[in-house]
C-alpha cells in the first residue's frame, strides 16, 4: 500500500514530468494552510510577513492578501523600497540597521516611500549617519523603530541566551534612547521591536536529542518569563516619549507565546509558510512542508550509492548537520557523512538508493526556509497533481539584496 510520503512523490513528479532539475516547487494548499494556522496561532493580532523567509513577491503578496496578515519585515532597505514602489506593501518594517547610502539617498528623496518604510535604529550612531546622507531639513521626516536585544542573560549577565543584536537590553536603555530620538529633528520614533531568536528561532525538539531538548525548553520558560517583564517595562519606558504604533516581536516559532504577551502588538511570521527542515525540531507547531527542491540523479557510483547533480544548497547560521538540506522523497535516503552536500554533486545512500535509476528525481527540502530562492529563478506553484503557475523569486527578478 502506498505511504502518504509515496502518494507526495508521485504527485510532484506528475506536476513536474517536462521539467529538468534542478527546479523548486511550493504545495499552494500546503503554503495556505500554513498561513491560516499562523494567523491563528497570532490570536487576532496581525502577523507581520517576514519576507527574508518568503523572497518572491507574488508569494508574498498571496499571503498578504489572507486574513490576519498584515505589514512586511524586510531584510534590507532596497528591498523596502522596491516592494512599496512595486505595490507589494504600504507597510514596511527593515529588521536590521542599515548604512547603505544610496537607499538612505532615494528614502529621503521620495516622500511616499519614506511614509511607507520604517528603518530599524539602536544607537544615535546610526542617526548620525542618515543625517550625514541627508541633513534633517532636506528631507521628509524619517520612520524608525527601536530594537530592544531580546537575549536573556541570567546569572547578573554573567551567561548570554540568544543571539547578539542590540546594545539596548534594558528598559531604562530604550526609554534613554527614546529620548534622544525625540529631539532629534528629522526622525519619529514609531516602533520597537524584541525579536527572542531563543525561543522563536531555536527548536526545543532536536531528533536524538532529549537531553538538550529538556536543557533548551528550561532555558526558553527561563526566558520568556523574564523577557515578558523586561518588554512591558521597555515599551512603558519608550511610551513616556514616543507615540508608538506598533510592538513587534516573535517568529515563526513563538507565534503564540508572543502573542500572549499583553505589551505587544504584532508578530511576525515567514519560515512556517514554507515549512523547512529547522521547524521538524518545534514542539509546539510544526507547518506543513510546502517548498522543496528537485535534484536529478545522474550517476551510480557503486552498490547502494545514487548521486545526484548538484543538491549542495546550505542554509546560513552556524556551520551544523542541521543547515544541510535533507533528501526526503523518496524515503529512504542519507547523505554521506565524508562529503555531505556538495555543490555540484551529492552521493546518497541508504534503502532507496538502490532503487533510482538514471534520469530519477531526488526531491529535497531546504534547512530554512527564504534561502531556497537564492539558488532558483522561479518557482513552480502546484495544486494538487499540476503546475499552476510559475512565479519569479527575487533572484529570479534580478536581485541579490543579500
Known amino acids: 500500500m502506498a505511504t502518504e510520503r509515496d502518494k507526495l512523490r508521485e504527485r510532484l513528479d506528475r506536476a513536474t514530468a517536462h521539467l529538468d532539475p534542478p527546479y523548486a ?59 512599496v514602489r512595486s505595490g507589494v506593501a504600504d507597510d514596511v518594517l527593515v529588521a536590521y540597521p542599515t548604512a547603505d547610502r544610496q537607499a538612505l539617498t532615494a528614502l529621503a528623496g521620495d516622500p511616499a516611500v519614506a511614509a511607507a518604510v520604517t528603518l530599524m535604529v539602536d544607537g544615535t550612531d546610526q542617526l548620525d549617519l542618515i543625517d550625514a546622507v541627508r541633513s534633517p531639513g532636506n528631507r521628509p521626516e524619517l520612520r524608525v523603530c ?82 515578558l517583564a523586561r518588554r512591558g517595562a521597555a515599551v512603558a519606558a519608550v511610551r513616556e516619549h514616543a507615540d508608538l504604533e506598533f510592538v513587534n516581536g516573535g517568529g515563526t516559532g513563538s507565534v503564540a507565546a508572543t502573542s500572549a504577551d499583553p505589551a505587544v502588538t504584532e508578530v511576525t511570521a515567514g519560515s512556517g509558510l514554507y515549512g523547512p527542515t529547522l521547524f521538524d525540531a518545534y514542539r509546539a507547531w510544526r507547518p506543513t512542508p510546502s517548498a522543496y527542491f528537485a535534484c536529478a540523479v545522474v550517476r551510480r557510483p557503486g552498490p547502494g550509492l545514487a548521486t ?95
Open 25 to 83: 516547487v511550493v504545495d499552494l494548499t500546503a503554503f495556505d494552510a500554513n498561513a491560516t494556522a499562523l494567523a491563528g496561532l497570532a490570536g487576532g493580532k496581525p502577523v507581520r510577513l517576514a519576507s527574508k523567509s518568503v523572497r518572491s513577491r507574488e508569494l508574498i503578496s498571496r499571503a498578504l492578501r489572507r486574513s490576519g496578515w498584515a505589514g512586511v519585515m524586510a531584510f534590507t532597505l532596497p528591498e523596502a523600497i522596491w516592494l
Open 146 to 227: 527601536l530594537d530592544l536585544d531580546a537575549s536573556w542573560r541570567p546569572l547578573g549577565g554573567r551567561v548570554h541566551v540568544g543571539v547578539r543584536r542590540s546594545p539596548v537590553h534594558s528598559a531604562e536603555a530604550a526609554g534613554a534612547l527614546a529620548a534622544t530620538i525625540g529631539k532629534r529633528a528629522g526622525f519619529r520614533l514609531v516602533g520597537l521591536m524584541a525579536y527572542e531568536a531563543q525561543i522563536a528561532g531555536l527548536g526545543d525538539a532536536p531528533p536524538g536529542q532529549a537531553v538538550l531538548g529538556r536543557a533548551i525548553r528550561v532555558a526558553q520558560r527561563g526566558s520568556y518569563r523574564e523577557l
Open 308 to 402: 545526484v547533480l548538484g543538491g549542495g544548497w546550505i542554509a546560513s547560521g552556524q556551520a551544523a548537520a542541521s543547515r544541510l538540506p535533507r533528501p526526503v522523497l523518496p524515503a529512504g535516503l542519507k547523505l554521506l557523512g565524508a562529503e555531505g552536500a556538495g555543490e555540484v554533486q551529492t552521493p546518497l545512500a541508504g534503502p532507496a538508493a538502490a532503487t533510482l535509476r538514471i534520469g530519477d528525481r531526488v526531491w529535497f527540502r531546504h534547512a530554512k526556509a527564504g534561502e531556497l530562492c537564492e539558488h532558483v529563478n522561479e518557482l513552480h506553484l502546484i495544486e494538487g497533481d499540476e503546475i499552476v503557475a510559475t512565479v519569479p523569486t527575487y533572484r529570479g527578478e534580478g536581485h541579490a539584496f543579500l
